[in-house]
């Protein structure tokens, strides 16, 4: 009696889209599954060698390990974020009270305070323009000055002299050396009145206008001014 070589006919494999998706994104389970179909339907007259086998153990045990990782560097990213956050909201009421210079170009208008307007050039600036706008986008106020100095450079502004409201301003000069338009970093001065919280983050309360505790460019003492 005759036997038909095995070696002759083709296995048929359940086809899964799911088993062949990219392989980055391949799973453990995934990739036993593969494991087990390819011993299952394997030619019998000539199997999997041995160091194929063994290679393909390692490369799961490796796929378990960095999958491990991942997920362990997960739980330290989260951990480390509600920590910072913690801290931030730990650091912001110690500000109650300060005078900061913070990274803004808004204010807002109560018809009794002045604010500090502030920029910062890194070179000399023959003439400043710092145009003020209203919430509707309106030109309210120009403020000029002429020759101003390189580095932090402050003015006084009267917001009694604008109907109340939240306002915007931005800076421009001509620098002194190069002749070309300038457009140094805007600030505003005050004191850190309070603490809201928005979205759980805490926001610093100045002038009416919150800030997040990125937006600080440093503390002031009021002799520095």
Do not use: C, W
């Not at 999958?67 to 362990?72: A, G, I």
């Not at 070179?123 to 932090?152: C, F, H, M, P, W």
């Not at 309070?194 to 009021?222: M, N």
């Amino acid at each position: 009696m005759s036997i038909n070589a095995t070696s002759g006919v083709t296995p048929t494999v359940q086809s899964d889209a799911s088993l062949y998706e990219n392989p980055n994104d391949m799973g453990k389970d995934t990739f036993l599954k593969l494991l087990v179909a390819q011993l299952n339907y394997q030619d019998p007259l000539e199997p999997m060698e041995n160091e194929q086998f063994v290679a393909q153990l390692a490369e799961f045990s490796s796929l378990e390990q960095m999958q491990n990782m991942n997920d362990s560097l997960q739980q330290s990213i989260e951990s480390d974020f509600l920590l910072n956050q913690s801290l931030n909201n730990s650091i912001v009421t110690t500000l109650i009270g300060k005078d900061v210079v913070a990274y803004a170009n808004q204010f807002t208008a109560n018809g009794e305070d002045s604010v500090e307007l502030a920029f910062e050039s890194g070179e000399s600036l023959q003439d400043v323009k710092i145009t003020i706008y209203d919430a509707n986008g309106e030109v309210a106020r120009v403020i000029r000055e002429e020759n101003v100095e390189a580095g932090y450079n402050a003015i006084d502004f009267e917001v009694s002299e604008l109907p109340a409201g939240s306002y915007t301003f931005h800076i421009e000069g001509t620098g002194m050396s190069s002749g070309a338009l300038v457009t140094p970093n805007s600030y505003i001065k005050g004191m850190i009145t309070g603490v809201s919280y928005e979205a759980g983050e805490a926001r610093l309360v100045l002038d009416s206008t919150t800030l997040s505790l990125g937006d600080v460019a440093r503390i002031v003492s009021r002799e520095a001014g």
